[in-house]
């Protein structure tokens, strides 16, 4: 076995926002690094990982607030490309309360300022073509948008080794959708995200064409409900039940910290048995013990605020710790949380000090 293919590294593109989160007072939002690529990448890293991201973003506060959160979390931003005639991608989340259960809208207008919130572009090629050659490979290539550069780099990576993991915003455009599945080894996908046809989302003649594109091994999540789970040799998706909890604060990120937890758990074992990541995948009892590590964290940070909340307030030794205390007890219910007397600071911004913001929308940083 190649030492290399086993490693606790990631490379990710894809979506990198910087996430708004407006909780009880609209006047002090908080800042954060966010989108499905940003969280998988920064999870990991937060865990001990080595982890690049490479995304496009623009220049000033959005921009650095952006950096700083994800180098606070050890990421490697060195490719996070920074232009002066684009804005940094950013996505506004406000929490509902007085329900039953924990509820979020997204925005991709600003309800202060009423403007368009820029969204996510696409990395170009002779960027990734610098470094495809400068860069070694990675355990882990994650990506989360279907364009030239994550094909590219998926189909580079992937003869080079590394496991290649995609988990799609959409399932709507079958060929496209095709290239991205053929290079991959893990697709992940929610019973959320947009199918091609809505008459024919989720059905078994949609997943058996997805399927038929030869994915090593699919995971569906199905919010509180748990996961199916779907290998190269098997006819029938299997169901895994989710965890219970006894609160839950904020679901935003779940998923997220539910591939940050299986990959975490995969690549230990990996190592273990002196395998390779690829090779996990026909393991069944690794897998078993994946899905739960990757479980069990998902619940766990539904009790805090933010797709990355759990890791502003507890460190990784005890984030881990919690995990393997609960897989061990297998209680019926996650209890609550009690926040340890060192717990990390929460993420709130004295903007003022970075840059005059007298003509930004405090909530959103554009320019107005």
């Known amino acids: 076995m190649s030492n290399a293919s086993a490693k606790n590294s990631i490379f990710g593109t894809g979506l990198v926002v910087l996430d708004i989160i407006i909780d009880k007072d609209p006047m002090k939002p908080v800042f954060s690094a966010g989108g499905t690529c940003g969280n998988v990448v920064a999870g990991l890293s937060f865990l001990g990982w080595k982890s690049k991201i490479i995304s496009r973003a623009g220049r000033g506060v959005a921009s650095d607030l952006l950096a700083e959160d994800l180098l606070e979390n ?3 931003i060195k490719y996070i490309h920074r232009e002066k005639k684009i804005e940094t991608p950013r996505l506004i989340e406000k929490l509902v309360t007085g329900g039953t259960y924990p ?9 202060a300022c009423r403007r368009f919130l820029p969204r996510f572009r696409s990395s170009r090629l002779d960027f990734i073509d610098n470094i495809l050659i400068h860069e070694k490979n990675p355990g882990v290539f994650f990506f989360d948008r279907i ?20 988990e799609p915003n959409n399932l709507k455009h079958p060929d496209e959708l095709e290239k991205a599945v053929r290079l991959c080894h893990i697709l992940k996908f929610s019973n959320n995200v947009p199918c091609h046809n809505s008459l024919e989302d989720y059905t078994a003649a949609f997943l058996e064409r997805v399927k038929s594109f030869q994915p090593p091994f699919m995971i569906r999540t199905l919010g509180d409900a748990g996961v199916t789970i779907n290998g190269a040799q098997d006819d029938i998706w299997h ?12 679901t935003c990120g779940a998923g997220d910290w539910f591939t940050v937890g299986f990959l975490y758990y995969l690549q230990k074992s990996a190592v273990q048995h002196s395998t390779s990541l690829v090779e996990t995948l026909h393991h069944p009892e690794t897998i078993e013990a994946s899905l739960d590590f990757g479980q069990v964290l998902a619940a766990i940070s539904c009790m805090f605020v933010g797709a990355r909340g759990l890791s502003k307030a507890l460190t990784a030794t005890e984030i881990l710790e919690m995990v393997d205390l ?15 007397k060192h717990s990390r600071k929460q993420h709130t911004r004295n903007l003022e000090k970075k840059e005059p913001i007298a003509n930004r929308c405090t909530t959103c940083l554009l320019n107005i």
């Open 239 to 250: 169901h895994k039940k989710g965890w219970k909890l006894q609160r839950a604060v904020d």
């Open 103 to 111: 509820k979020h809208r997204f925005y991709l207008r600003c309800p």
């Open 147 to 166: 364009t030239p550069s994550s094909l590219k780099m998926a189909r580079v990576y992937r003869d080079r080794g590394a496991l290649i993991f995609f």
């Open 326 to 340: 609960y897989i061990d007890r297998k209680p019926q219910t996650i209890s609550s949380v009690r926040t340890p």
């Open 74 to 76: 050890g990421v490697d």
